[in-house]
């Protein structure tokens, strides 16, 4: 697995970013998140070794890109025109990015892009329904080849069949987990049923990718240490695939 972190830094835009992981990071060091820079991994893709070969190989899994920051946040809109060209260029690598900010996905967008480049995996971020039916209406509109949503946080339930029903061929996959670290907040195992059902009525890709920290399952609480929140979320057995029903991915 390859990350890509070219610029550093966020702002807190909604209630999942209460416990952001880059802020509690930070914070150990006394360092303020608020501030982007760029990073001085922010030419890696285009790095090479003695003979010439990329020193960023394709290893067969996505390059999560930007995940210490937001791809779209406006302080980056100056260095996302490179950070564009840099992707357009590595067809070779797959690129993954998250983000919370769809409505910006058109500053800084090359010109010839067209319905979206092949390489490039978008998924959108909400952590409730109000995230959901501010973020997706925009999202799911967009010229993006590969569009996928993520609940994580799940702060509640969330009905996504308005979307599910619309565009749910163009949504290659849903995912839900929990929140980790200190003060991480309830993710109910319900909830993360209620959304996998959602995606079985509709034939959409779901996986459950961890519990969080603070998990409730059959009105009780659990506390999960952090080594096993996936592993549990994978005990559960319940990642679906539209070919293959009740089998993991």
Same mark, same amino acid.
């Given at each position: 697995?390859?990350?890509? *972190?070219?610029?550093?830094?966020? !702002?807190?835009?909604?209630?999942?970013?209460?416990? @952001?992981?880059?802020?509690?990071?930070?914070?150990?060091?006394?360092?303020?998140?608020?501030?982007?820079?760029? $990073?001085?991994?922010?030419?890696?893709?285009?790095?090479?070794?003695?003979?010439?070969?990329?020193?960023? =190989?394709?290893? %067969?899994?996505?390059?999560?890109?930007?995940?210490?920051?937001?791809?779209?946040?406006?302080?980056?809109? &100056?260095?996302?025109?490179? &950070?564009?060209?840099?992707?357009?260029?590595?067809?070779?690598?797959?690129?993954?990015?998250? !983000?919370?900010?769809?409505?910006?996905?058109?500053?800084?967008?090359?010109?010839?892009? %067209?319905?979206?480049?092949? *390489?490039?995996?978008?998924?959108? $971020?909400?952590?409730?329904?109000?995230?959901?039916? /501010?973020?997706?209406?925009?999202?799911? #509109?967009?010229?993006?080849?590969?569009?996928?949503?993520?609940?994580?946080?799940?702060? /509640? %339930?969330?009905?996504?069949?308005?979307?599910?029903?619309?565009?749910?061929?163009?949504?290659?996959?849903?995912? @839900?987990?929990?929140?980790?670290?200190?003060? &991480?907040?309830?993710?109910?195992?319900?909830?993360?049923?209620? $959304?996998?059902? =959602? @995606?079985?009525?509709?034939?959409?890709?779901?996986?459950?990718?961890?519990?969080?920290?603070?998990?409730?399952?059959?009105?009780?609480?659990?506390?999960?240490?952090?080594?096993?929140?996936?592993? =549990?979320?994978?005990? &559960?057995?319940?990642?679906?695939?539209?070919?293959?029903?009740? #089998?993991? #991915?």
């Amino acid at each position: 697995m390859a990350s890509w *972190n070219l610029w550093h830094g966020c !702002t807190k835009i909604s209630a999942g970013c209460q416990n @952001c992981y880059v802020y509690r990071r930070d914070s150990e060091f006394g360092k303020d998140s608020s501030l982007l820079e760029k $990073t001085s991994s922010f030419d890696l893709p285009l790095r090479r070794k003695r003979d010439g070969s990329y020193l960023l =190989q394709d290893d %067969g899994d996505f390059v999560y890109t930007c995940f210490t920051s937001d791809f779209f946040h406006p302080a980056a809109d &100056a260095w996302r025109t490179d &950070a564009w060209r840099m992707i357009r260029e590595r067809k070779d690598l797959n690129f993954f990015i998250v !983000t919370k900010r769809p409505e910006r996905f058109y500053e800084s967008l090359p010109d010839d892009w %067209g319905d979206g480049c092949g *390489n490039v995996y978008i998924c959108c $971020t909400c952590e409730n329904q109000k995230t959901a039916d /501010e973020r997706l209406p925009v999202y799911l #509109e967009l010229p993006i080849k590969h569009k996928s949503i993520i609940h994580e946080p799940m702060l /509640e %339930g969330i009905n996504i069949e308005r979307y599910l029903s619309v565009y749910g061929k163009e949504i290659e996959s849903v995912s @839900c987990g929990g929140e980790s670290g200190a003060g &991480a907040r309830l993710c109910d195992f319900d909830w993360i049923l209620w $959304t996998r059902d =959602q @995606c079985v009525r509709y034939g959409v890709s779901f996986r459950f990718r961890q519990t969080g920290a603070n998990f409730k399952k059959d009105g009780r609480i659990y506390s999960i240490p952090r080594n096993m929140q996936l592993r =549990q979320a994978e005990r &559960a057995g319940i990642n679906y695939t539209p070919s293959a029903l009740f #089998e993991n #991915e």
